[in-house]
């Protein structure tokens, strides 16, 4: 399977996600206080892959709908300046722009898709074509899923996952950070920003 496949797999498929979900993380020594993050990046691809996860003191259904109410992303979700959902049924799409530092802004429409059960929320993305954009404005690729179970016999917390690759296409000289920005960087304060938007509601 090439990388793009693999990836593309990894964002659509409840059976890949759960074949990442763990990588690099061992969620046995996961905390309600710290963000674990490892690099789950393959060799050869023009992107980088990040994995994140942590307990948060929630119940699945509550953080389920949280990460599906795209609308209010700008309130909660680092870098997230704007979202605009131009049709939301079983699978939504999203355009989001990213407010990062030095004044960059990035753009990318996404195709969102939950798979909710009993036993889990998952929440996958792939990127869509969105024509128009200024180049310095667009990225060349991103994908990924959040996967939410039951933290054990209490329902009342959950076991939080989190993965993002991002390819954001040619970089200019001196301005490698924003691949970190816009993944690993914002990866713990997006998992701690909804630890605190649930704590509040």
């Not at 980088?48 to 929630?58: G, L, P, Q, S, Y």
């Not at 030095?102 to 024509?131: D, F, T």
């Not at 667009?138 to 991002?166: E, R, S």
Request: aromatic share 6%; with cysteine; net charge positive.
């Amino acid at each position: 399977m090439t990388t793009t496949r693999l990836f593309l797999c990894a964002a659509l498929s409840a059976a890949c996600a759960g074949a990442y979900a763990d990588a690099g993380i061992d969620t046995a020594k996961l905390t309600e206080t710290a963000v674990a993050i490892a690099d789950v990046s393959k060799a050869g691809q023009p992107g980088k892959a990040f994995m994140a996860a942590t307990i948060i003191n929630a119940p699945v259904p509550k953080l389920c709908a949280m990460i599906q109410d795209y609308a209010a992303y700008p309130n909660f979700m680092p870098n997230v300046e704007k979202v605009a959902v131009l049709r939301k049924d079983d699978a939504s799409q999203v355009d989001m722009t990213l407010k990062l530092p030095l004044g960059k802004v990035k753009k990318y429409r996404l195709r969102m898709e939950p798979k909710v059960s009993a036993a889990q929320c998952q929440l996958s993305w792939k990127m869509l074509p969105w024509e128009g954009l200024k180049a310095e404005e667009a990225i060349a690729d991103t994908t990924g899923y959040w996967l939410l179970v039951p933290h054990g016999a209490d329902k009342n917390k959950t076991i939080v996952k989190y993965m993002v690759y991002t390819d954001p296409g040619p970089v200019p000289m001196g301005l490698g950070w924003i691949v970190d920005s816009m993944s690993r960087g914002s990866m713990p304060k997006t998992l701690e920003a909804l630890r605190q938007r649930a704590a509040a509601q």
